[in-house]
Each structure stands twice: as C-alpha cells, then as structure tokens.
C-alpha cells in the first residue's frame, strides 16, 4: 500500500503529465492516488468514500453542502483538504472538478462501479500480506523474538485503544503456553504500574502493538517500560515514527486503510507468527500446557462438542 506521500506524488505525477496523461486514468484510481494512506482519520475517510463515490456530483458542491451530504462538519472538510495535501477545500474542489470533467467527458472506467470498494479493500490486503510473505523469506529475527518473549516471566502485552483487540488476542493465546502472562490495555497510571510490576517480578520483555492513529499514551507507555528496564518488541504499521523510534524491536505490517476503519490482515498473521516462535521456543513446555489445557477445558467443558 503507497505512503500518504507516494500518494500524493503519484497524485501529483497524475497532474503534472510525468506518468499517463489524467484522461488514460480512471476517476476512482486518481480519487484513490490522492485519498489513499493510513493516516486519514474515520471520518474524512467518509468524505474520502462520498467523493469517490459521488465525483460528478461532489466535484462541484461548495464546503457546507459537503459537509451536510456527508454529515461532518465545515471545519472537517477544510481539515480534510489539508490532510490529503491541499492548501484548502477550493484547491482540493479545482482538482476534483478536473478529475470530474474527465468522467463527464466519457473518460476510460468513467462508468466503474464503485460497489467495488470493498474489492480493493481485500486487494490491498492482499498486497499487505504479499509484503509480510516477502519478510518471512528471513524468519530469523520473528523467531529471535519469539524465544526472548517466552523466556520472559513474567510476558506483558500491551496494546492501548484501537489496538487493544490485537493484545487481547495475543494474550488469549499466548496463556495456553506461557505461565505468566499480563495484558495492558488501559494506559495512564494504570499501564504505568502494571509495566513496573512486570520488571519487578522478573519480565524482561514487553510486546505492544500500535496501530493507526496511534495513541499518545502507547507512546508514553512504552517509555516507561523502557525507562523500567524491559526490552519493548512494536508490531505496527510504519518503521518509522515516534513510537518505533523508542522499540527495541520493530516489526512493520501494512494496515487496511480502504474502509473508514482500519483492517489488520497482516498484523494479526505477525502476531501468530511470533506465537508461533513463542511455543516453538520451548516445545516441551508448551505440550504440557497445551495438553493440561485441553483436559480443563474438557472437564469444565468449556467449548462445544462437534
């Protein structure tokens, strides 16, 4: 998936003739070049969404009708046009009209069906996970990092906000073979003293996700944990950035950015990817849990039978 700024160049190639002329473009590849990223919050990825389905329409709305057809405020569109690289709403309207015209004047896919957004949603999924295959060629660093965090004892999780559904599934898991597990997902003091503890009983390792937009409080927490003395391991979406900056290890999956929300195909296989180093690090103790569990489970009868 492009960066907001190779979207924005490819957005800007489109204007300046570098690549194919905007007539040999499709309206919703150009709408697509200029709206793409992950760093467009929830709702302009709904005015993003509206214009490209809507273009012809859209193109020639003033601020407040678009705001209003939208349901967002004026000042959202006006942040809105900023975010996608303009210096306000009527030089992002002055390119959507040129874009516009095209279709109005028969341009190729003038017609596309915009019902397939949810398509491109998967494709781009699709190319994250391309992506993440072509990082397992190496597995060595994910299977480093696995056996750190299962000689960690006690292990902590952390994911804050948004990304606290990954932590959650982490956790879940990571119980079956690991004797001491801790889940953070509320930041604050909270996070504070449960990362302090963690070093206190011997923890070594911390393993936070952070996922677009990403939290101030992930941030401060993973200084913290740093600060305490354990070694942080970041699942996220960029290398780069405030957050990765302070990791120990960063692992870097391509977030779904297509729908308002985000979606995390790869992030959740680099999550089972370092389960999987985790239980091959100790493959003992881990057919002993995994075995202990399923009797429990069994006599409690805690799932249903086939």
């Known amino acids: 998936m492009p960066s907001p700024q190779q979207a924005r160049a490819q957005a800007s190639a489109i204007t300046s003739g570098k690549s194919a002329p905007e007539a040999e473009v499709s309206p919703t590849s150009q ?18 969404q509206y214009l490209i389905e809507h273009i012809t329409e859209a193109a020639f709305l003033s601020i407040t009708d678009l705001a209003e057809r939208v349901g967002v405020s004026q000042p959202s569109v006006t942040r809105f046009a900023a975010a996608v690289g303009f210096s306000g709403y009527p030089a992002l309207r002055e390119k959507l009209q040129s874009i516009a015209l095209g279709t109005l004047a028969g341009g190729p896919a003038a017609e596309e069906n915009s019902s397939n957004e949810l398509q491109a949603a998967v494709d781009a999924e699709i190319e994250n996970l391309e992506n993440l295959r072509r990082d397992f060629a190496d597995p060595d660093q994910v299977i480093d990092v696995g056996r750190k965090l299962s000689q960690s004892t006690p292990l902590t999780i952390l994911g804050l906000r948004i990304s606290a559904s990954l932590a959650e ?132 009868q805690f799932f249903l039978r086939d």
């Not at 992950?38 to 302009?44: I, T």
């Open 169 to 300: 599934y982490v956790a879940y898991a990571a119980r079956r073979i690991h004797p001491d597990v801790r889940l953070v997902t509320r930041g604050g003091s909270v996070a504070y003293d449960a990362l302090l503890q963690s070093r206190e009983a011997g923890g070594t390792w911390v393993l936070a996700f952070s996922m677009p937009r990403h939290a101030q409080e992930t941030l401060t927490a993973v200084r913290v944990a740093r600060s305490a003395g354990l070694k942080v391991a970041l699942v996220t979406d960029l290398a780069l950035g405030p957050v990765a900056d302070e990791a120990d290890v960063v692992f870097a999956t391509g977030t779904g950015s297509r729908l308002v929300f985000d979606s995390y195909a790869a992030p959740g296989l680099m999550a089972a990817a370092l389960l999987q180093a985790m239980t091959d690090a100790d493959p003992e103790r881990t057919q002993a849990r995994l075995e202990e569990y399923e009797q429990i489970s069994d006599r409690h």
């Open 31 to 48: 709408l697509r070049a200029l709206f793409d990223g992950p760093h467009l919050s929830p709702g302009q990825r709904r005015i993003a």
